[in-house]
């Protein structure tokens, strides 16, 4: 499976990439995962079994696909924020809420390699994913309103959420966690 690029930008001589899943990133994932060590993985993607990696972008395709979906997960497009061959962040696109989701979760799940935060990649990497759901015509009625959820504790989050035209709708509890839902026009 060859990745497909999605998005590119050039920023200070550093060229950005949006891509499609593929191959050609697995040693980058890897060293990605292992960067994470405990901490909690965004997006769920993060936490299905990669140890056999072909096997990992089909599962990802099939989830675009609609295929043997677990219960309560819906269709979902994985993409990949890329520089050269060193995967940065990931982004998840929910084709479509469920009640479960509406409620904790939203349209978009996405996470940056810890060594490449701070960076403003977060940012660029919701917009462009805000942008594929735009075209895929992916939201809420009437307008295609994206929610995007966060940790209400996590400032940068916020930050990044709001930067990219969040407005906050609505807070809920979740597990032990206070979660901040937005909406993006």
Request: net charge negative; hydrophobic share 30%.
């Amino acid at each position: 499976m060859e990745s497909i690029t999605l998005k590119e930008l050039e920023k200070e001589g550093v060229t950005y990439k949006l891509v499609t899943p593929s191959l050609r990133y697995e040693q980058s994932f890897r060293t990605y995962i292992t960067e994470l060590k405990d901490e909690e993985r965004y997006p769920f993607v993060l936490d299905l079994d990669a140890s056999n990696f072909n096997d990992y972008l089909r599962r990802l395709n099939e989830f675009k696909q609609g295929i043997d979906i677990p219960e309560d997960y819906v269709e979902s497009s994985t993409f990949w924020l890329v520089c050269e061959n060193t995967l940065l962040g990931v982004s998840n696109l929910r084709h479509r809420l469920n009640e479960q989701i509406a409620h904790v979760g939203g349209h978009v799940g996405l996470g940056i390699r810890p060594s490449a935060r701070g960076k403003g990649l977060s940012t660029l990497l919701l917009r462009w994913t805000c942008e594929i759901a735009k075209t895929k015509g992916i939201g809420e009625s009437p307008n295609k309103t994206l929610h995007v959820h966060c940790y209400s504790q996590n400032e940068a989050s916020k930050r990044m959420i709001e930067s990219s035209g969040g407005v906050l709708n609505s807070t809920t509890l979740s597990a032990q966690n206070d979660v901040s839902r937005y909406n993006i026009n």
